[in-house]
Nanobody, 120 residues
Framework: QVQLVESGGDLVQPGGSLRLSCAAS????????MRWWRQASGKERELVAT????????SYSDSVKGRFTISRDNAQNTVDLQMNSLKPEDTAVYYC?????????????WGQGTHVTVSS
C-alpha cells in the first residue's frame, strides 16, 4: 500500500535551518510529482512546494520562495525540503503528498506529518 513517512521536524531558533525528508513506498515514485504542504494551528493547509517527476521542475509558495528548496531522489524514493532562514510563521505540521490514479479515480495520499516549531 502507499506510504509516505515524514521525518526531520524539530524545534529551531529563528534564522535556523531544518531538512525534512519524506520516504515513499507502494507506488512508482519516479513517475509522479511530489508536494510538501504545511498546516499551522488554526489555519488552512498551505501548499509549500512542488517538484515534478523526471525533470524535477520546482515551484514554491511566495511565503517560502528563496528560503526553501524541494528536491527528490528517485533512486531512494525520497523527497526532501531544505528550509533555511526559518521564521516563527513557518511553525506548522509539514506533510508530504502525492496524487495517484486508482481504479476508482484519482486519490490523494498523505503522510502523518512532522512538526516544525520556530521559536527562540
Amino acid at each position: 500500500q502507499v506510504q509516505l513517512v515524514e521525518s526531520g521536524g524539530d524545534l529551531v531558533q529563528p534564522g535556523g535551518s531544518l531538512r525534512l525528508s519524506c520516504a515513499a513506498s507502494g507506488f512508482v515514485f519516479r513517475n509522479y510529482p511530489m508536494r510538501w504542504w504545511r498546516q499551522a494551528s488554526g489555519k488552512e493547509r498551505e501548499l509549500v512546494a512542488t517538484i515534478s517527476s523526471v525533470e524535477a521542475y520546482t515551484s514554491y509558495s511566495d511565503s517560502v520562495k528563496g528560503r526553501f528548496t524541494i528536491s527528490r531522489d528517485n533512486a531512494q524514493n525520497t523527497v526532501d525540503l531544505q528550509m533555511n532562514s526559518l521564521k516563527p510563521e513557518d511553525t506548522a505540521v509539514y506533510y508530504c503528498n502525492v496524487h495517484l490514479p486508482t481504479p476508482v479515480g484519482p486519490k490523494e495520499f498523505w503522510g502523518q506529518g512532522t512538526h516544525v516549531t520556530v521559536s527562540s
